[in-house]
T-cell receptor, first 110, second 115 residues
Framework: QKEVEQDPGPLSVPEGAIVSLNCTYS??????FMWYRQYSRKGPELLMY????GNKEDGRFTAQVDKSSKYISLFIRDSQPSDSATYLC??????????FGDGTTLTVKP | GAVVSQHPSWVICKSGTSVKIECRSL??????MFWYRQFPKQSLMLMAT?????????EQGVEKDKFLINHASLTLSTLTVTSAHPEDSSFYIC???????????FGQGTRLTVV
């Protein structure tokens, strides 16, 4: 069983929809939780970073971490075609060293 | 966020040759750098962790004699793929972590194709 499980999708939504992306994990030592956006043939771009449990909001993006359930989420409000990309969850017990999910490919249709 | 530059962005080499990939932190000192590999439609897999001035720590299953990592300064780490074979073709990505920081920043990746 993988340490980090992420639904690979693909996920297709109309413009303006609310998108929900999720990951579950099994390692209780994880305390750093990240969401990255990756465009084709590019390196990952950090979207959200959360330490331990809780919610974090940045513009149209909200990240939630529930350590008791070992479950993290990323919500995208008012989704735009430019949000079309692969979204990767990542987490780790130590700063910088991350275990990644498989990524969810999102397409936002105009 | 901080800037990490990776070079080259893509490279094609012949089977049996060696390829060096550079990862530079441009505006901060990276005490730790991480090297990942990503195969098509798969996620990033950590290959090794390198601390400046120390030998790299490799993940299980990664051949340290094939993937040579050097982290000789606080702004530069290199990954050399020795005697490359077609199965080494992949997307190689580095990330860099500064002292006291909790976020590592990624380079733009290097696409290696071995023919």
């Amino acid at each position: 069983q993988k340490e980090v499980e992420q639904d690979p999708g693909p996920l297709s939504v109309p413009e303006g929809a609310i998108v929900s992306l999720n990951c579950t994990y099994s390692n209780s030592a994880f305390q750093y939780f990240m969401w990255y956006r990756q465009y084709s043939r590019k390196g990952p771009e950090l979207l959200m970073y959360t330490y331990s449990s809780g919610n974090k909001e940045d513009g149209r993006f909200t990240a939630q971490v529930d350590k008791s359930s070992k479950y993290i989420s990323l919500f995208i409000r008012d989704s735009q075609p430019s949000d079309s990309a692969t979204y990767l969850c990542a987490m780790g017990a130590n700063a910088g060293k991350s275990t990644f999910g498989d990524g969810t490919t999102l397409t936002v249709k105009p | 966020g901080a800037v990490v530059s990776q070079h080259p962005s893509w490279v094609i080499c012949k089977s049996g040759t060696s390829v060096k990939i550079e990862c530079r932190s441009l505006d901060f000192q990276a005490t730790t750098m991480f090297w990942y590999r990503q195969f098509p439609k798969q996620s990033l897999m950590l290959m090794a962790t390198s601390n400046e001035g120390s030998k790299a720590t490799y993940e299980q299953g990664v051949e340290k004699d094939k993937f040579l990592i050097n982290h000789a300064s606080l702004t530069l780490s290199t990954l050399t793929v020795t005697s490359a074979h077609p199965e080494d073709s992949s997307f190689y990505i580095c990330s860099a972590l500064g002292a006291g920081n909790t976020e590592a920043f990624f380079g733009q990746g290097t696409r290696l194709t071995v023919v």
